[in-house]
């Protein structure tokens, strides 16, 4: 197959990229200004959001903005499903890309106007132009590669420094314009970053040779027109149901919020029951996939915690935490640059032990693991909530305690789960199932912007140390059923 084919042996001259091919600084740059844009929005979104409007900013009270914080992060991870198709069956990765970027930018340029709309439609745009993206970068990657290709790990692992590289500069920067000059100027620093991104991309397509050129199952025909066909009805009645919803006076913030988040978790239960009906699959094919159920959930209830890192602890970082160094206040959202920067120093180290400690842990324990850890951090932050009582600002080495912890958690479920995915996928599913483990950060995110709605209720202490008990606990029992997980992986690790 074309994309089987490394990159270096269908472009001419012999310059590489720290030894690979010379595509990948292509994609990596690409990957690392669409995550600066991505971040560096995210550092700031909440913030604004909650902002009084005498700030500029939308004055939503914490619950609202914590919910569409959530259900945004759940849409961009959900719309990497239709993306992946797009690019499968239609455009081919290469253009999807292109598309993704160009659309991410005009979202980011649309957040920078100075008016009340214009964060929800530039979100809406961000979250259609992530979903052509995402995915599909990530092919191309793999399309520069053999698939046995000893360089190949490498090569993701080169790529994914990018992600953490440009998520840990983009709060510096989109966080000081945003919260010391002008919230929008920082929202226009994330469209110039992916700008950059999307120029560089163009100017560098000659490295790529034809990794992405084309569909991998291209749609022709009449089956083709058929699937534009659906395409568009589904967009028309997606305007039926918000004009409807205008005219009975439903359109609001919250109405979509619940309604994005209750189709977020119908999808995953629908293409679960797609999966585990299809009698196609053999015994053993469906046993495993009952042991992903299990791991599906394991990682949607990690990640319904650990994403409010921008959400619920941004605002506890911007309202309990003293940040004057020297005289000078520094942003709330430079603490979101903190975990990037954990997972590039924390990354190797992690990939060394699962490596040592090789199949003697398995899967389901070190989702166990993940999940303990992040309710500990929710413990911690429980204690800082309780300093913090009374008005008193405490230490921002809190939330760096917190956020270390989170990153031990990330690096024990994410990248394993990653592995678990490919490994345990029913060969008729192969090429579905990253969507899948995309679904259940969705399905996490969605859920966890509802939950986040009661830390605006609760006291901050009971909120944290109630969720936080409860990671706990539901670690303990994945802990307690890892045997049983562990048998119906039939043979996987």
């Known amino acids: 197959m074309t994309q089987d084919v490394p990159v270096e042996r269908r472009v001419a001259g012999g310059r590489t990229f720290f030894g690979h091919p010379r595509a990948l600084a292509t994609l990596f740059l690409t990957e690392m200004w669409e995550r600066f844009s991505f971040y560096g929005m995210r550092a700031i979104l909440v913030l604004y959001l909650t902002a009084e409007v005498a700030d500029d900013g939308l004055g939503l009270g914490e619950a609202s903005a914590n919910a569409v914080y959530g259900t945004y992060n759940a849409m ?26 160009v659309v991410i930018a005009a979202g980011h340029y649309v957040m920078a106007v100075p008016v009340r709309w214009s964060v929800f439609a530039g979100m809406a745009l961000i979250v259609v132009g992530t979903g052509l993206l995402k995915p599909n970068i990530s092919t191309m990657v793999g399309g520069l590669y053999d ?3 000893p360089r190949r790990d490498a090569g993701f692992s080169i790529f994914y420094m990018g992600i953490n590289l440009g998520a840990f500069i983009a709060p510096l920067i989109t966080g000081y314009l945003g919260e010391k000059i ?33 569909p991998a199952d291209p749609l022709l025909g009449a089956d083709r027109r058929r699937a534009l066909t659906r395409a568009g009805l589904a967009v028309v009645a997606l305007a039926v149901l918000v004009a409807v919803l205008a005219l009975v006076g439903l359109f609001t913030v919250n109405t979509v919020v619940n309604l994005l988040t209750g189709v977020t978790v119908l999808v995953a239960v629908g293409y679960f029951a ?3 009906t299809d009698r196609e699959l053999s015994a053993t094919e469906r046993s495993r996939m009952k042991a992903y159920l299990w791991l599906f959930v ?10 409010q890192a ?69 413990v911690l932050m429980a204690a800082a909530a309780q300093a913090a009582v009374g008005g008193e600002r405490v230490s921002p080495w809190w939330l760096v305690a917190v956020y270390a912890i989170q990153v031990a958690g990330e690096l024990s479920l ?20 990253l969507g899948l483990w995309f679904l259940a950060t969705a399905v996490g995110d969605a859920i966890g912007g509802q939950v986040a709605r009661l830390a605006e209720t609760w006291s901050e202490p009971t909120y944290f140390l109630t969720f936080g008990l409860a990671s706990v606990a539901f670690g303990v029992g994945a802990v307690m059923f890892a045997r049983h997980i562990r048998a119906l992986m039939a043979g996987i690790h």
């Open 298 to 307: 394991f990682a949607a209830a990690f990640w319904l915690i650990y994403d």
């Open 147 to 149: 698939r046995d290709s």
């Open 182 to 214: 002008n919230w929008h100027l920082g929202f226009a620093v994330a469209a110039v970053g992916m700008t950059f991104g999307v120029v560089q991309y163009v100017l560098g397509r000659r490295n790529l040779g034809d990794a992405g050129e084309r």
């Open 310 to 378: 921008g959400s619920v602890l941004n605002i506890f970082a911007a309202d309990r935490t003293d940040r004057n160094v020297g005289g000078f206040t520094f942003p709330a959202s430079w603490l979101q640059s903190v975990n990037p920067i954990l997972v590039i120093i924390g990354a190797p180290l992690f990939a060394l032990l699962w490596l040592r400690v090789g199949n003697r842990v398995s899967t389901p324990v070190k989702f166990a693991v993940g999940l303990v850890l992040n309710g500990l951090s929710f």
């Open 414 to 433: 994410s990248p394993v789960g990653l592995s678990a995915t490919t490994k345990l996928a029913p060969v008729k599913y192969a090429s579905q199932m």
């Open 274 to 276: 797609r999966i585990m």
């Open 76 to 101: 961009v991870y959900l719309l990497a499903l239709p993306g992946g198709w797009v690019a499968d069956r239609l455009i081919g990765a290469r253009r999807s890309v292109l598309w993704g970027g």
